[in-house]
């Protein structure tokens, strides 16, 4: 099994549509993040979170919530839906303090039609 | 965290040494340069970072110049796998804010 594992893979979904995009790790890590990827340019941070309890805004948060229902669950929710959301949704994790590496998620395909 | 600049595309002959560099003359002290590499819309995985000297792991090779400003990057035996877009990214190392990613290096592995 994947260390970081998300769902849905793909995901087509209409206009002020709610969908939530679910993040699952068995790394035990306490730092998990939301990334958004859109064609041809790097990944921008969304949200990210240091454990249950400590929820932080990234560089793109508008129109994005999460929950962090566990150490070893990350949800991201679209609470209305709009097309220029479509784009490629990664989630990752990270040990705590110190240099360690991001191990992330196979990543979500949201088109929002 | 410090800018860092790549060039847009590379090409490399399968077999040989992919040298991908990387400037990054704003960096401070405490900054360390890390790689990571995606593999056609796969999740980034990480190859390597280093703060002053040079280190080597199974997947890379990271040179890093005694000035700091620049570092390159060597994937010493590039196989057509190797085909990715490589990131270079300069951070602190005690930093949980995540990572800034540019658009990075496509690397071209030619047969």
């Known amino acids: 099994d994947a260390d970081v594992t998300q769902t849905p893979r793909n995901r087509i979904t209409k206009t002020g549509k709610r969908i939530m995009l679910e993040c699952s790790q068995t790394?035990?890590?306490?730092?998990m993040y939301w990334y958004r990827q859109d064609p041809g340019l790097g990944l921008r941070l969304i949200y990210y979170s240091f454990d249950v309890k400590d929820i932080n805004k990234g560089e793109i948060s508008d129109g994005y919530s999460v929950s962090r229902q566990a150490q070893a669950k990350f949800s991201l929710s679209l609470e209305s839906a709009i097309p220029n959301q479509t784009a490629l949704y990664f989630c990752?994790?990270?040990?705590?303090?110190?240099?360690?590496?991001?191990?992330f998620g196979s990543g979500t395909r949201l088109t929002v039609v | 965290d410090a800018k860092t600049t790549q060039p847009p595309s590379m090409d490399c002959a399968e077999g040989r040494a992919a040298n991908l560099p990387c400037n990054h003359s704003?960096?401070?002290?405490?900054?360390?340069v890390y790689w990571y590499r995606q593999i056609h819309s796969q999740g980034p995985q990480y190859i390597i970072h280093g703060l002053k000297n040079n280190e080597t792991n199974e997947m890379a090779s990271l040179i890093i110049t005694e000035d700091r400003k620049s570092s390159t990057l060597i994937l010493p035996h590039a196989t057509l796998r190797d085909t990715a877009v490589y990131y270079c990214?300069?951070?602190?190392?005690?930093?949980?804010?995540?990572?800034?990613f540019g658009k990075g290096t496509h690397l071209i592995i030619q047969p």
């Open positions: 704003t960096i401070s002290g405490n900054e360390y």
């Open positions: 990214i300069v951070r602190s190392g005690g930093g949980a804010d995540g990572l800034t």
């Open positions: 990752a994790t990270r040990a705590g303090m110190g240099n360690y590496g991001y191990t």
């Open positions: 790394k035990g890590h306490d730092r």
